[in-house]
T-cell receptor
């Protein structure tokens, strides 16, 4: 069984400040991990993914995430927030054994607010 | 351009009526999924299909039905048995074993259903 916990349903940062969105996972097998972004009334767009290669993963729009097995974490960061980063962010997990065709398990999401 | 098309974008339904949400993909993906999104609850899996003419229940299948007669299409019917159908519905597809990362989902733009 797998699960994802995103700490903080809402995170507020100032424009230009560091963005840190937290994600911890639970998986009985080695996982693949994903971060998705969702803008209002739209679908989800992939930001980045961890697939057991490099532990530091770079994604689109200046975001990156680091896989830490010892902490079972996959936190998302961006050095300098921009107003356009305001959105809902979802962390998700999938086992890379067993085919993985039964979908992803998602966290409840973190709403990122950017203060001018 | 390849992608996933959901229709309609917005739908209003009277209580007791069945409605069908359309999902079409031209990505040549074998697997397709329906998720339900409610504020603060993340995404929950309704049904998924790994191949034509076969589908499986997800975590919240009660009150929903699907069909998969063609690889490209995976319509979702919200029946009158669904007690709280007002939500945002997301369709996704994936191609594990077809060159895509296991578990990575590609999403449509969503359909917002409101019961009057």
């Amino acid at each position: 069984a797998q699960s994802v916990t995103q700490l903080g349903s809402h995170v507020s940062v100032s424009e230009g400040a560091l963005v840190l969105l937290r994600c911890n996972y639970s998986s009985s097998v080695p996982p693949y991990l994903f971060w998705y972004v969702q803008y209002p009334n739209q679908g989800l767009q992939l930001l980045l993914k961890y697939t057991s290669a490099a532990t530091l993963v770079k994604g689109i729009n200046g975001f990156e995430a680091e896989f830490k097995k010892s902490e079972t974490s996959f936190h998302l960061t961006k050095p300098s927030a921009h107003m356009s980063d305001a959105a809902e962010y979802f962390c998700a997990v999938s086992p890379y054994s067993g085919g993985g065709a039964d979908g992803l398990t998602f966290g409840k999401g973190t709403h990122l607010i950017i203060q001018p | 351009d390849g992608g996933i098309t959901q229709s309609p974008k917005y739908l209003f339904r009277k209580e007791g009526q069945n409605v069908t949400l359309s999902c079409e993909q031209n990505l040549n993906h074998d697997a397709m999924y329906w998720y339900r999104q409610d504020p603060g609850q993340g995404l929950r899996l309704i049904y998924y299909s790994q191949i034509v003419n076969d589908f499986q229940k997800g975590d919240i299948a009660e009150g929903y039905s699907v069909s998969r007669e063609k690889k490209e299409s995976f319509p979702l019917t919200v029946t009158s048995a669904q007690k709280n159908p007002t939500a945002f519905y997301l369709c996704a597809s994936s191609a594990p074993g077809q060159g895509e990362v296991v578990g990575e989902l590609f999403f449509g733009e969503g359909s917002r259903l409101t019961v009057l």
